[in-house]
């Protein structure tokens, strides 16, 4: 059980094109989706957290005018990185919980490698 | 401050060894933390959790510690195996009302056969 799948698991496009990434609790419903981006050799940086129904919460340094994202439904939360440069190219992951307590598992999806060129 | 990785710390070991991974993490406060294993390209699989009010969790082959006073998250994996070998991070909560986590900046752990 809890498994998030993210969609797609790797894209290439070219500078300037807008990319989105989506992100799906597939058994349960998340009240609670969190994006991260990931660079080689590095760690998880959080990037937002999205409630379902609410705007997003970005964390300091990331621009929600780049980085668009979207939790309209409980099992789906998409992420749209607008205007694509070379220095967004990244891991992006995905994860979700069922709650908001401290100690609510996230379940993470699989990522998106994305690659501007 | 919160953790950044610039490099992956690199643990080699012998299948069947214990391993030992250690994490510093950033924040007196936090009080919940997670260790987490993440294969090449993939998304981060939860291996154990620990509450700021316990120093030690068992687990099936692994166990976490946790020193308040120093800030300091442990995992012993109990018999090595090839399939073990992924990096693994450490991530604290952050305690501000709602989830948020800090992950640490990863150790990669190889097993030899």
């Known amino acids: 059980g809890a498994v998030v799948s993210q969609h797609p698991s790797w894209v290439i496009c070219k500078s300037g094109t807008s990319v989105k990434i989506e992100c799906r609790s597939l058994?349960?419903?998340?009240?609670?989706m969190f994006w991260y981006r990931q660079f080689p050799k590095q760690s998880l940086m959080l990037m937002a957290t999205?409630?379902?129904?609410?705007?997003?919460?970005?964390e300091q340094g990331v621009e929600k005018d780049k980085f668009l994202i979207n939790h309209a439904s409980l099992t789906l939360s998409t992420l749209t990185v607008t205007s694509a440069h070379p220095e967004d190219s990244s891991f992006y992951i995905c994860?979700?919980?069922?709650?908001?307590?401290?100690?609510?598992?996230?379940?993470f999806g699989d990522g998106t490698r994305l690659s501007i060129l | 401050g919160e953790s950044v990785g610039l490099h992956l710390p690199t643990l080699s070991v012998q299948e069947g060894d214990n391993s030992i991974i250690n994490c510093a993490y950033s924040?007196?406060?936090?009080?919940?933390f997670i260790w987490y294993k993440q294969e090449s390209g993939k998304g981060p699989q939860f291996i154990i959790d620990?509450?700021?009010?316990?120093d030690k969790r068992q687990g099936q082959r692994v166990t976490v510690l946790l020193n308040k006073t120093v800030k300091h998250l442990s995992l012993q994996i109990a018999a090595t195996q090839p399939g073990d070998s992924a990096v693994y991070f450490c991530?604290?909560?952050?305690?501000?009302?709602?989830?948020?986590?800090?992950f640490g900046t990863g150790t990669r752990l190889l097993v030899s056969p």
């Open positions: 994860s979700a919980t069922t709650g908001t307590a401290f100690n609510q598992p996230q379940h």
């Open positions: 058994d349960f419903q998340a009240t609670t």
């Open positions: 999205s409630n379902e129904g609410s705007k997003a919460t970005y």
């Open positions: 924040n007196s406060a936090s009080d919940y």
């Open positions: 620990i509450r700021s009010n316990m």
């Open positions: 991530a604290e909560n952050m305690n501000t009302g709602f989830q948020k986590l800090v």
